[in-house]
C-alpha cells in the first residue's frame, strides 16, 4: 500500500493511500485539491470505532397463552418453541454491526436468569482495514407475558357470525355434525396459515336440530356455509343483526349464516309421489336429487323444480338392507328371493344391477314391498 499525500485531519498524520497501487500512484487523487476526500489514519480511526451497536435492553412483549411476540403496531406468530427462541431472535435483529467490517462471524450464547429474563452474551470477530477486530456485548432481554388480541377474544367468547346447520325435514346426521365441524378447522388453519390471526372457531355446539358454529369473521362463517352446500346440497340464508359501534361511531353487525340441509341424504330410498316407476337409493342431494330405481336400476333425477326436495316419503336407508339367499332367476324382470322376515320364497323386481350368478343380495322390506338394493361393491 502507498502512501499518499494526505495526512489525518485529527492527527496530522500520513494517511496510507487504499484506492490506488504503486502504479497508480501518479493518478492518485490531490489531497490539497477542493472538494477531495479525506480519511483518518488507523490509530484515529480505531479510537472511536464502535464494531458492535446494542441496545442497552430488550422488553419483548409476549403472549403467555399462543406465544405470540408484539412487533410493530400488531401480534405476530413466529413459531418459537420456548422464550429462549424468542430472545435469540430478537437479539440477532437489534444487533448492527459497523459497514466496514468484513468476514464477519458471530455467535449468541443465552444464560437464563428467571423465568422472564435472560443474558444474550454475543462475540463478534471480523477483520477491518486488514486489522482483525473482535468484540463481546451483552443485551439483557426481559419478557413480558400479556394475552395478545386473539387470545383476548378467544377467552371473551367473541364471534362475529354464526352457522348454524339444519335439515329439512330432519335432523342432521352424525356424518354431516362431523363434517361441518372439519370444515370449520380447516378453513381456520388455511387462514391463519397465511397470516390470518384473526381466524378462529369460538365454539361448536350441537342441539336437538342440528349444530351451531360460533367463528370469529363473516368471511369464515360464509366459506363454510358455501362449503357445506357443496358438498350436500341445500340453501344458504344469512341475516344480520345490528350489536353495536366501533370506536368510530360504525355499525356493528353479527351475521347468522342459515344452512338447509335436504331432506334426503345419499343412503335413503325413497318413494315418490305420483310417481309408478319405483323406489328410488338417493345417491346425491347436490342440485337436483339424483338416485338410481331400485326396481329397474334406470337412473333417475329430479326436475329443476323439484330440485332436491322432491315430494317423497323415506321407506329406509341403505344401512338398514339384510343379506338374503337367492332362490331362482326367473327371466330377464323377475328374480326369487327368501323373505328375510317370513323365510317365504318372493318373486322381486330385477334391477340392471343384480349379478345372475349371486347366492345372496342385500333387500330391503317397507311399506312399499320388498326391493334388491345394490351391493357396496356395486356402488
Not at 229 to 248: I, P
Request: charged fraction near 30%; glycine fraction near 6%.
Amino acid at each position: 500500500m502507498s502512501e499518499s499525500r494526505a495526512f489525518c485531519p485529527r492527527c496530522g498524520d500520513p494517511v496510507p493511500d487504499r484506492s490506488a497501487s504503486d502504479a497508480d500512484e501518479e493518478s492518485a487523487v490531490d489531497p490539497l485539491r477542493p472538494g477531495a476526500e479525506v480519511e483518518l489514519c488507523d490509530s484515529c480511526y480505531f479510537e472511536n470505532f464502535d464494531f458492535v451497536d446494542a441496545p442497552d435492553r430488550i422488553d419483548v412483549r409476549v403472549c403467555a397463552q399462543c406465544g405470540a411476540v408484539y412487533r410493530g403496531n400488531r401480534w405476530v406468530d413466529v413459531g418459537a418453541e420456548d422464550y429462549t427462541d424468542i430472545a435469540i431472535e430478537e437479539v440477532s435483529e437489534a444487533l448492527a454491526v459497523h459497514v466496514d467490517v468484513e468476514d464477519v462471524a458471530w455467535q449468541i450464547e443465552p444464560e437464563q436468569i428467571d423465568p422472564n429474563s435472560i443474558r444474550m452474551h454475543s462475540y463478534f470477530t471480523g477483520i477491518v482495514r486488514g486489522t482483525p477486530v473482535e468484540e463481546q456485548v451483552m443485551v439483557p432481554v426481559k419478557m413480558a407475558r400479556q394475552t395478545c388480541t386473539r387470545c383476548g377474544r378467544i377467552a371473551g367468547d367473541y364471534y362475529a357470525s354464526i352457522v348454524q346447520i339444519r335439515a329439512k325435514g330432519r335432523t342432521p346426521t352424525s356424518e354431516e355434525i362431523e363434517r361441518a365441524k372439519e370444515i370449520a378447522n380447516t378453513i381456520v388453519a388455511d387462514m391463519e396459515a397465511t397470516g390470518d390471526r384473526n381466524a378462529f372457531v369460538t365454539e361448536t355446539s350441537e342441539t336437538d336440530d342440528g349444530l351451531n358454529i360460533k367463528v370469529s369473521t363473516n368471511k369464515i362463517g360464509k366459506k363454510i356455509s358455501n362449503k357445506m352446500v357443496e358438498e350436500f346440497g341445500g340453501t344458504v340464508n344469512d341475516a344480520e343483526t345490528l350489536v353495536t359501534e366501533d370506536s368510530d361511531g360504525n355499525e356493528v353487525y353479527r351475521v347468522t349464516f342459515a344452512v338447509r340441509l335436504p331432506p334426503y341424504t345419499p343412503g335413503h330410498i325413497i318413494d315418490l309421489a305420483d310417481d309408478d316407476g319405483g323406489p328410488v337409493l338417493v345417491r346425491s342431494a347436490r342440485g337436483n336429487l339424483k338416485g338410481t330405481r331400485v326396481t329397474t336400476g334406470e337412473h333417475y333425477e329430479a326436475s329443476y323444480e323439484e330440485g332436491n326436495s322432491p315430494d317423497a316419503r323415506k321407506l329406509g336407508d341403505s344401512d338398514d338392507a339384510v343379506e338374503t339367499t337367492v332362490v331362482t332367476v326367473e327371466d330377464e324382470n323377475a328374480v326369487q328371493v327368501l323373505d328375510p322376515e317370513t323365510y317365504q320364497a318372493t318373486t322381486v323386481s330385477r334391477p340392471d344391477y343384480f349379478d345372475p350368478g349371486a347366492e345372496t343380495v342385500p333387500v330391503l322390506k317397507s311399506r312399499a314391498g320388498l326391493h334388491i338394493l345394490p351391493n357396496e361393491n356395486d356402488e
